[in-house]
Antibody, heavy 127, light 110 residues
Framework: QVQLVESGGGVVQPGGSLRLSCAAS????????MHWVRQAPGTGLEWVAF????????YYADSMKGRFTISRDNSKNTLYLQMNSLRAEDTAVYYC????????????????????WGKGTTVTVTS | NFMLTQPHSVSESPGKTVTISCTRS????????VQWYQQRPGSSPTILIF?????PSGVPDRFSGSIDSSSNSASLTISGLRTEDEADYYC?????????FGGGTELTVL
């Protein structure tokens, strides 16, 4: 079945860095756009970033631009989120999610919504 | 960028019908599809409605989505409420490289 498993979360000091990973299985990873979405404690969902199926296009939420980098390794079926200059307000559960787009006839489409979510990994930024 | 505004919370009795609104702050609600996600306590979100009014397989037809251009809003309607419907519900849309979530609505079934 389709599965997304995040890892790499932990406790980090303000100003520090962390790299999250998301291992994908059960679908053609190289044909799917992917998202990171986060949820701070007791708050709602906040979209973080998107990467196109082939890694050629990246989009970021304004508050994450310049600090976070989304990337992927299609040979390893793995999505990444490099987070630098971390702040206390980056404390959250980070979810990896599959874009609902599809590939057909050699062309892949992104739909910019999420049809499968991982269980999340927790990032805590504290001194 | 536009915002999507949802009521913070709603409550209704089992068996009744509840509607959760999602109002777009600027631009037309029908410019981009609206999705709805359900997040039960302690769980990841799951998609409930996509492309305004489409249900993924496995989602009961008690859940329905619609858009209303006159109020520039989308709505999620849940009929025949059950206690297991208690959850947070989020609307979501997209525009020009930005994915936008509403603030979420906590549904209490009492």
């Amino acid at each position: 079945q389709v599965q997304l498993v995040e890892s790499g979360g932990g406790v980090v000091q303000p100003g520090g860095s962390l790299r999250l990973s998301c291992a994908a299985s059960g679908f053609t990873f190289s044909g799917s756009g992917m998202h990171w979405v986060r949820q701070a404690p007791g708050t709602g969902l906040e979209w973080v970033a998107f990467i196109r199926f082939d890694g050629t296009i990246e989009y970021y939420a304004d508050s994450m631009k310049g600090r976070f980098t989304i990337s992927r390794d299609n040979s390893k079926n793995t999505l990444y989120l490099q987070m630098n200059s971390l702040r206390a307000e980056d404390t959250a559960v980070y979810y990896c999610a599959k874009d609902a787009g599809y590939c057909s006839g050699g062309t892949c489409h992104s739909y910019y919504y999420m049809d499968v979510w991982g269980k999340g990994t927790t990032v805590t930024v504290t001194s | 960028n536009f915002m999507l505004t949802q009521p913070h919370s709603v409550s209704e009795s089992p068996g009744k019908t509840v509607t959760i609104s999602c109002t777009r702050s600027s631009g037309s609600i029908d410019s981009n599809y609206v999705q709805w996600y359900q997040q039960r306590p302690g769980s990841s979100p799951t998609i409930l409605i996509f492309e305004d009014n489409q249900r993924p397989s496995g989602v009961p037809d008690r859940f329905s989505g619609s858009i209303d251009s006159s109020s520039n809003s989308a709505s999620l309607t849940i009929s025949g409420l059950r206690t297991e419907d208690e959850a947070d519900y989020y609307c979501q849309s997209y525009d020009s490289g930005n994915v936008i979530f509403g603030g979420g609505t906590e549904l209490t079934v009492l």
